[in-house]
Every structure is written in C-alpha cells, then in structure tokens.
Nanobody, 120 residues
Framework: VQLVESGGGLVQAGGSLRLSCVAS????????MGWDRQAPGKQRELVAL????????NYAVPVKGRFTMSRGNGTNTINLQMNSLKPEDTAVYYC??????????????WGQGTQVTVPS
C-alpha cells in the first residue's frame, strides 16, 4: 500500500490550502483514512480521522471548524481543506490509512508527508 500526499506549501495566516492523498496498491481494502501532522519539536498528532466505513469524521480540537476532510473522486482518495490557517498549523502533514490485507489482517500505513508552512 502506498500513500502519496500533495498540496502542501507556504500560505499566509488566514489563507487556505487543500491537501490530497491517493492510496494505491493491490490486495487491500481501506477501512478508514485520515491525516496526522507533526510540528517541529513536537509529537505527531491526529488531525482528522474518518470512522470505519467513512460515515463520519472526527477532528482534533485545534482544527475543528477550520479543516474539512472529504473523499475524492476515487474511493482511495481523500482531501483535507484547511481554512483560516494559523502559524501553529505549520507542520508536516501525513496521510494515514487503516487497511485490511488478505481479508484478515489490519495495518496502518502513512505517506511520506507534505510540508505546510504558515509564517507568523
């Protein structure tokens, strides 16, 4: 399973960015996808995670009301619309996917990450 993120960059405070993630590979079924982030000198934290089957999404408190995650055109694609960005949103953003392989085994995969920078 390979996850590839895109859409990061530098944006001024108050601006918006849209991240995308595509999962590829064979022999797996996605149960849930989401986003983590890791700021310099801090632990990785969960940003958004859909429930199993994608019926709803849970957001971290710092981003609730500003970030929206959605499924893309393909079932293996997710987007993260980030509005009203703040300097504290500066981080590397990682796509994550919980998948089932060989009908029984569950694994979590992460992408390589995409940098989001919001200067203060």
């Amino acid at each position: 399973v390979q996850l590839v993120e895109s859409g990061g960059g530098l944006v001024q405070a108050g601006g918006s960015l849209r991240l995308s993630c595509v999962a590829s590979g064979t022999g797996f079924r996605i149960k849930a996808m989401g986003w983590d982030r890791q700021a310099p000198g801090k632990q990785r934290e969960l940003v958004a995670l859909e429930t199993t089957g994608g019926h709803s999404t849970n957001y971290a408190v710092p981003v609730k009301g500003r970030f929206t995650m959605s499924r893309g055109n393909g079932t293996n694609t997710i987007n993260l619309q980030m509005n009203s960005l703040k300097p504290e949103d500066t981080a590397v953003y990682y796509c994550r996917a919980r998948v089932v392989i060989n009908s029984n085994n569950e694994y979590v995969f992460w992408g390589q990450g995409t940098q989001v920078t919001v200067p203060s």
